[in-house]
């Protein structure tokens, strides 16, 4: 069954229709449909190359596909001159894999980047106050707001990156694998936090991952990319239901059971008294 949305519908901010990228002979996606809801984490998958990075980017405008339609919060993103002709970049917010800070720049004059460029009105004493905020909410102790990029950890980068991709109270939030390259501990801490901040700023979030822990921890549904299209929508059981073969090898392979069986032992270990 297919189903038609409305440019400016609100309950799905982004909606992408047969969209297609490619870069010389190389196609990258052809015909790829999706759908994003409001208020939800889409975690988005595929093996490696097959344009989730490329996808983002479409979306945020910074990739000008070469056919197909993108709407992310009523206004398309296709129909845009270039992506300073955008005029909702100040509603999205992105956390590039690795982070992409200035090196030369505290992480507080990072977070500052994007409100001195959206809001050059604001005065400086409103604008660190307001970094430093966005600092803490992103987990990060008082005085990182003073550090610079190289005195942090992977995870507190990572952390830092959100903070300046929450800078402007977006509405939704991009995360390019945000838990890639940190340890099990930090990994499940920043799944946490994105969950938190989710629910607490009523973020719609579009994160994509290899992360088998975080799809199960906090997405609410699974958006897969196979054959240069999203395959498949929907919760991991959805998921498990249909028998593509990536499908099944990617959730119920050792790393898809391991991840399931985590997260099941989590819920029932609740329950569970120790003896
Ligand atoms: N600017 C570019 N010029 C040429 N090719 C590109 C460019 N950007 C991406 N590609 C190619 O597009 C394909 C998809 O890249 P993309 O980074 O979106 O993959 P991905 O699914 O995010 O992969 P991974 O999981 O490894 O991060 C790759 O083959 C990549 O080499």
């Known amino acids: 069954m297919s189903e038609t949305f409305l440019?400016?519908?609100?309950?799905?901010?982004?909606?992408?229709?047969?969209?297609?990228?490619?870069?010389?002979?190389?196609?990258?996606?052809?015909?790829?449909?999706?759908?994003?809801?409001?208020?939800?984490?889409?975690?988005?998958?595929?093996?490696?190359?097959?344009?989730?990075?490329?996808?983002?980017?479409?979306?945020?405008?910074?990739?000008?596909?070469?056919?197909?339609?993108?709407?992310?919060?009523?206004?398309?993103?296709?129909?845009?001159?270039?992506?300073e002709d955008i005029d909702i970049r100040a509603r999205w917010g992105v956390l590039f894999q690795g982070g992409a800070l200035f090196s030369t720049l505290?992480?507080?004059?990072?977070?500052?980047?994007?409100?001195?460029?959206?809001?050059?009105?604001?005065?400086?004493?409103?604008?660190?106050?307001?970094a430093q905020f966005k600092v803490m909410l992103s987990g990060l102790p008082r005085d990182a707001v003073n550090k610079y990029p190289a005195e942090l950890s992977g995870g507190m980068k990572k952390r830092a990156g959100l903070a300046r991709a929450l800078a402007l109270d977006p509405e939704l939030l991009f995360l390019d694998e945000p838990t890639a390259g940190l340890d099990p501990i930090g990994a499940a801490a920043f799944d946490k936090l994105t969950r938190a901040l989710q629910e607490t700023l009523g973020l719609t979030v579009f994160l994509i991952t290899h992360d088998l822990d975080t799809l199960y921890e906090i997405c609410d549904r699974?958006?897969?990319?196979?054959?240069?299209?999203?395959?498949?929508?929907?919760?991991?059981?959805?998921?498990?239901?249909?028998?593509h073969p990536w499908i099944q090898e990617y959730f119920n392979g050792p790393r898809g059971r391991a991840a399931r069986d985590a997260q099941h032992g989590a819920r029932h270990g609740a329950n569970q008294k120790v003896l």
């Not at 939800?40 to 097959?50: A, F, K, M, R």
């Open 222 to 243: 699974v958006a897969v990319l196979a054959d240069k299209k999203v395959i498949a929508v929907g919760t991991i059981p959805e998921l498990l239901a249909l028998d």
């Open 7 to 83: 440019p400016d519908d609100p309950q799905h901010p982004i909606v992408v229709e047969n969209l297609r990228n490619s870069f010389g002979d190389h196609v990258i996606h052809e015909g790829l449909s999706l759908t994003v809801n409001r208020g939800e984490i889409l975690g988005v998958v595929g093996g490696s190359g097959t344009g989730k990075s490329v996808l983002m980017r479409s979306i945020i405008g910074l990739q000008v596909p070469d056919d197909g339609s993108i709407t992310v919060l009523g206004r398309s993103i296709t129909d845009a001159e270039g992506d």
């Open 106 to 130: 505290t992480v507080g004059e990072n977070v500052e980047v994007p409100l001195k460029e959206f809001y050059p009105e604001i005065a400086e004493q409103l604008r660190h106050e307001i």
